[in-house]
């Protein structure tokens, strides 16, 4: 299956810092997702970005399909920023088959 | 919209016993999908339906898991017996399967199994 692979696993941020998150994945990819995982256990989607680049709010994503790696930006970071970033892709022969990264441990700090 | 809904948030049994988890899709996705989060193993699928109907059930675990989808609004996943490593949170999501499926989850399921 293909191989998704997180970077950093841990992340210590002090508020108003900003930060890059990589994703690399061994395969050709049709879907790529951001999920933030906070606190208390929710999956929120952040981006659907198979390729090109997007932005919302203090959050940008762009993912280089070719090169099989997505980056996840958070710029100012704040306290509600903490939690579990994770990058899902599916393969094109493995139509709606997420496979998940282990995630990036986030931690803002006043 | 109300998003994915799934029921109960938390269930505590005993080894065992049958548990019941509940889904509802966002209105109008057509596929739904059932993930498992483990620490050891992490997110995983399980089973996915398109249409109410299973299309890839290779991610169940064993036979003492099954998924229904009886309505367009509606799935079920059962674990019987239910045994301490089923222990983990479950989610639901779904899609419109539109574009290259973006899937939205729901709050999960925190199931322990004593």
């Known amino acids: 299956g293909i191989q998704v692979e997180q970077s950093p696993p841990d992340l210590i941020l002090q508020e108003g810092a900003n930060s890059t998150l990589r994703c690399n994945f061994s395969d050709s990819v049709n879907n790529l997702q951001w999920f933030h995982q906070n606190p208390w256990g929710q999956l929120i989607n952040l981006f659907y970005i198979p390729s090109g680049t997007k932005q919302n709010g203090r959050l940008s994503a762009t993912t280089v399909a070719t090169e099989r790696y997505s980056l996840l930006y958070i710029s100012s970071s704040q306290t509600t920023d903490s939690g579990v970033y994770f990058c899902a892709v599916v393969k094109p022969d493995s139509w709606g088959k997420l496979q998940f990264g282990a995630g990036t441990q986030v931690v803002v700090t006043p | 919209d109300a998003g994915v809904i799934q029921s109960p948030r938390h269930e505590v049994t005993e080894m065992g016993q049958e548990v019941t988890l509940r889904c509802k899709p966002i209105s109008g996705h057509d596929y739904l999908f059932w993930y498992r989060q483990t620490m050891m193993r992490g997110l995983e699928l399980l089973i996915y339906?398109?249409?109410?109907?299973?299309?890839?059930d290779s991610g169940m675990p064993e036979d003492r898991f099954s998924a229904k989808m009886p309505n367009a609004s509606f799935s079920t996943l059962k674990i019987q017996p239910s045994e301490p490593r089923d222990s983990a949170v479950y989610f639901c999501?779904?899609?419109?399967?539109?574009?290259?499926?973006?899937?939205?989850f729901g709050p999960g399921t925190r199931l322990t199994v004593l």
């Open positions: 339906f398109n249409n109410n109907v299973p299309i890839d």
């Open positions: 999501a779904s899609s419109d399967g539109s574009g290259g499926n973006e899937q939205f």
